[in-house]
C-alpha cells in the first residue's frame, strides 16, 4: 500500500492520518511529529454523566474500552456508598480520570499509562470551552446543547489525541450559537416584570395577629494552638425568618455592616466613640425575595418575605470574632504505660449568660487499656469504641472556668512510632452572636391594608453555635 508524503491540514490544525483499517500513521519523513505521537498515549473514551448516573454524552475513541466501562463508572463512583475524594479511579485495570461541576460528571477513560495532569489540563480546556458556547455546565444546558457538544468533541479529540483547544479558534469555524437556560432568580424575575406577580408569596393572605420571627444563627470555627494562639477562626452565619404577615408586606432590616454604619456616622473614629460596634462582612447570599439592586446601591435589605419559614441570608466573617470558650489542654507521658491529662475550659462572655450543651471530647491512644476521671462539673465518660473521652456539661455561666483530669493507662506495643495527638474538639451553644452581628431594625410596610409597623410583633433571637471548634494538644 502506498502512503502519502504529507499531512493533511484542515481547519487550521493537524489531523491524524488513518489507514484503511481506520488506524493512525505519520508519514515516515516527519521525525519529530512521528517521535511526539509515539510517546504520546491519550484517551480511549469520554463520558458526560448526570448525577444519576445516566449516560448525557458518550464518546469512544479506543477498541479497548468496551460499554461496560460506563457502567463500571456508575457503580464503583456516582453511586457508590462511600464518598469518592480520588479524582483518579481505577477499576479492572481501567482508568477512570473524573471532575464533577454542579450535578455533572465529566469522566475520560483510558487502559494505557497517561500522563494525570495532561488528562486533567484537557478536560478542564473542555469545560472551558463548552462554557464560552452555551454558560454554565448544568444538566439542562448539556441535554439542550449535545449536537453542539458533538460537533466540538470532533474538533478537539481525533482517536483519543487532543487537538485544538482554542476557543477563538474553534469560533471561527464552530459559529452556532449554544442554548442557554435561563437561572431561577432570572426567570423569577422575567416572570416577575410579565406578570407583576411574585412567585414566592400568594396573595390574599391573612392573620389576626401579624408576628415575626427572627434568628440569627451562627457557627464559631476555630483551630488554635497548645500555647492558645488562634491559627484559623471564622464565623458562618444564617439569618432565618418565620413570617406571618398579612396582605403583601415590603420589609426593611438593617444591620451593623461596617461599611453601612461607617457611611451614616462619616468615619470609623466616630462608630467607636460612639460606642455602637460594626463587623466586617466577607461576603453573603441572599434569598430570591431580596432586592439586590437596592442593597447594591443603599446596602439596604429590602424584600417581600414569603409566607412562613425561610432562610433570608447567609454570610461569613472572620474578623473580631469573640471566642466563647478557650481550652487550655496539658498532656503529659509518664513512661510508655501511662498517660495524664488535664483540661481546662474558660468561657469569655458575659457573666449575665448561659452556654448549653456543652461538650468536649478528648482523644486517646489506640493502646488505651483503662481510663480514670476527675470532673469539677457535668459527667464524663472513656468510649472505647471512639477511642475519646467525652465530658458532658448541660449549662455553664460567662467568666467561669472547669477541668478535668484524667489517667490513661496504656497496652505495651511493639510499634516505636509516636502516637500523634488528634486535636481536642468542642460543642456548646451560647445565646449571643460571636462575630458581633446585629439587627439594627426591621420595619415593615404594608399600603394596602389597614396596620402599621408598630402593629407588627416582632421577635429577634441570637444563637452561637460550635462548628469545628478544636484545639491542638
Known amino acids: 500500500m502506498t502512503v502519502p508524503r504529507r499531512l493533511k491540514m484542515a481547519k487550521g490544525r493537524m489531523s491524524v492520518m488513518r489507514d484503511k483499517n481506520g488506524k493512525p500513521f505519520v508519514p515516515e519523513d516527519v521525525g519529530v511529529i512521528q517521535l511526539i505521537f509515539k510517546n504520546l498515549k491519550m484517551l480511549g473514551g469520554l463520558f458526560i454523566y448526570n448525577h444519576k448516573g445516566e449516560v448525557l454524552i458518550s464518546r469512544v475513541y479506543r477498541d479497548d474500552i468496551g460499554r461496560n466501562a460506563v457502567d463500571a463508572f456508575r457503580v464503583n463512583v456516582i453511586h457508590a456508598r462511600q464518598q469518592v475524594r480520588s479524582p483518579v479511579t481505577n477499576i479492572a485495570r481501567t482508568s477512570f480520570f473524573h471532575i464533577k461541576r454542579a450535578n455533572i460528571w465529566v469522566a475520560a477513560v483510558t487502559k494505557q499509562n497517561v500522563n494525570a495532569s495532561q488528562v486533567f489540563e484537557f478536560l478542564l480546556k473542555m469545560l472551558e470551552v463548552m462554557s464560552s ?6 444538566e439542562e444546558n448539556v441535554k439542550n446543547n449535545f449536537v453542539l457538544i458533538y460537533e466540538l468533541l470532533d474538533e478537539i479529540l481525533d482517536f483519543g489525541y487532543p487537538q485544538n483547544t482554542d476557543t477563538g479558534v474553534l469560533k471561527t469555524f464552530i459559529t452556532q450559537q449554544g442554548i442557554k437556560t435561563a437561572s431561577k432568580e432570572e426567570q423569577s424575575q422575567i416572570t416577575s416584570q410579565v406578570t407583576g406577580q411574585i412567585g414566592w408569596r400568594r396573595e390574599g393572605i391573612k392573620y389576626r395577629r401579624n408576628e415575626l420571627f427572627l434568628d440569627v444563627i451562627e457557627y464559631v470555627n476555630l483551630l488554635m494552638s497548645p500555647q492558645g494562639q488562634v491559627l484559623s477562626a471564622h464565623v458562618a452565619g444564617k439569618v432565618v425568618m418565620k413570617s406571618y404577615l398579612s396582605g403583601m408586606p415590603e420589609c426593611k432590616f438593617g444591620i451593623n455592616d461596617k461599611i453601612v454604619m461607617d457611611a451614616k456616622r462619616g468615619s470609623s473614629d466616630e462608630t467607636q ?3 455602637k460596634t460594626s463587623i466586617a462582612i466577607d461576603d453573603c447570599q441572599f434569598h430570591q425575595c431580596v432586592k439586590l439592586s437596592k442593597f447594591e446601591t443603599e446596602h439596604s435589605i ?6 412562613g419559614e425561610f432562610e433570608l441570608m447567609r454570610y461569613r466573617t472572620t474578623k473580631d ?8 489542654p496539658l498532656v503529659r507521658e509518664v513512661g510508655r504505660t501511662k498517660m495524664e491529662v488535664k483540661v ?18 478528648i482523644p486517646t491512644p489506640l493502646n488505651t487499656s483503662g481510663v480514670q476521671l476527675i470532673c469539677m462539673k457535668g459527667k464524663a465518660k472513656y468510649k472505647a469504641s471512639e477511642n475519646a473521652i467525652v465530658w458532658k456539661i448541660k449549662r455553664m455561666g460567662g467568666m467561669k472556668e472547669s477541668q478535668i483530669s484524667a489517667e490513661i493507662e496504656l497496652l505495651q506495643t511493639d510499634t516505636k512510632k509516636k502516637w500523634t495527638r488528634p486535636p481536642i474538639s468542642m460543642n456548646f451553644e451560647v445565646p449571643f452572636a460571636p462575630s458581633g452581628f446585629k439587627v439594627r431594625y426591621l420595619k415593615v410596610f404594608e399600603s394596602k391594608l389597614n396596620y402599621s409597623d408598630h402593629d407588627v410583633i416582632k421577635w429577634v433571637r441570637y444563637i452561637g453555635r460550635s462548628g469545628l471548634y478544636e484545639t491542638r494538644c
Open 133 to 138: 458556547y452555551f454558560g454554565k455546565i448544568s
Open 273 to 275: 466613640r460612639s460606642g
Open 321 to 328: 470574632i469573640s471566642l466563647p470558650f478557650r481550652v487550655i
Open 344 to 361: 481546662v475550659i474558660k468561657s469569655n462572655f458575659k457573666p449575665s449568660l448561659l452556654a448549653q450543651k456543652i461538650e468536649v471530647r
Open 302 to 307: 429590602s424584600f417581600v418575605p414569603p409566607d
